[in-house]
């Protein structure tokens, strides 16, 4: 059976205030899915300050050898689902210490923030940047698509 690993990154500690005043600051998102062959699915990941907490655990989740991530899921554009995969791809040493095979996201160019912004554009642009840098290729998730790994249909 699968295993969840839910991260407890640390800005995930964060215990201010959840408003538009004070910003929203403390979520830090991040699960490792470990298949029952060791294969590795992660879930973004939290902040770029997060990036060597998640590469610790994706380590002794694999003995100790190099993990390579089969698929990573940025589940949408915000700093602190991808920012860990983000600081993983332009640091040459985190880089080495993981192989990513696929990511998967979707960021909507047409969507705009509360401003009329198009907010979408820079993480789409980082994403391939990301893309670039570790050598993962795209997978573009569809409505009635599905991902098999393992025992796992997601």
């Given at each position: 059976?699968?295993k969840l690993?839910?991260l407890?990154?640390s800005?995930?500690?964060?215990?201010?205030?959840?408003?538009?005043?004070s910003g929203w600051?403390?979520?830090g998102?991040g699960?490792v899915?470990?298949t029952?062959?060791?294969?590795?699915?992660?879930?973004?990941?939290?902040?770029?300050?997060?990036?060597?907490?998640?590469l610790?655990?994706?380590e002794r989740?694999s003995g100790g050898?190099r993990p390579?991530v089969?698929?990573?899921?940025?589940?949408h554009?915000h700093?602190?689902?991808?920012?860990?995969?983000?600081?993983?791809?332009?640091d040459?040493?985190l880089?080495e210490r993981?192989e990513?095979k696929k990511?998967c996201?979707?960021f909507?160019?047409?969507?705009?923030?509360?401003?009329?912004?198009?907010c979408?554009?820079?993480?789409i642009?980082?994403m391939?940047q990301i893309?670039?840098?570790?050598?993962?290729?795209?997978?573009?998730?569809s409505?009635?698509?599905?991902?098999?790994?393992d025992?796992?249909?997601?």
């Amino acid at each position: 059976m699968a295993k969840l690993i839910q991260l407890c990154t640390s800005a995930s500690l964060y215990d201010g205030a959840f408003d538009n005043e004070s910003g929203w600051s403390a979520a830090g998102m991040g699960d490792v899915i470990v298949t029952d062959n060791n294969r590795f699915i992660v879930i973004d990941g939290g902040y770029a300050e997060d990036a060597e907490q998640i590469l610790d655990i994706l380590e002794r989740s694999s003995g100790g050898a190099r993990p390579s991530v089969d698929l990573w899921i940025i589940t949408h554009s915000h700093v602190d689902h991808y920012g860990a995969l983000m600081k993983i791809s332009e640091d040459p040493a985190l880089r080495e210490r993981v192989e990513i095979k696929k990511l998967c996201y979707y960021f909507p160019r047409e969507f705009r923030d509360r401003g009329g912004k198009y907010c979408n554009i820079p993480a789409i642009a980082k994403m391939e940047q990301i893309a670039d840098a570790t050598g993962a290729e795209y997978l573009c998730p569809s409505l009635d698509g599905e991902i098999t790994l393992d025992d796992l249909k997601l």
